[in-house]
């Protein structure tokens, strides 16, 4: 979960990565998929990060997070 920020190079770089997560987000949704069990250590990683503060984002503006 430690990922660095990426920064885009080209709108084509963007598309293929919103493309391959439009793909995973397909995958996940599937109901074979949803009957898997997911790891606890995974969701706890998860509910982890989305627990922590926007504020140390580098490209973060407190003006942008209102909506």
Not at 9 to 29: G, N, P, Y
């Amino acid at each position: 979960m430690g990922q660095a920020f990426q920064t885009w190079r080209s709108a084509s770089e963007q598309r293929a990565w919103l493309s391959m997560l439009i793909d995973t987000f397909e995958e996940v949704s599937r109901p074979e998929a949803l009957a898997v069990p997911c790891d606890s250590h995974v969701l706890a990683a998860l509910r982890a990060q989305l627990a922590s503060p926007v504020s140390g984002l580098p490209y973060a503006s407190p003006y942008g997070l209102r909506h």
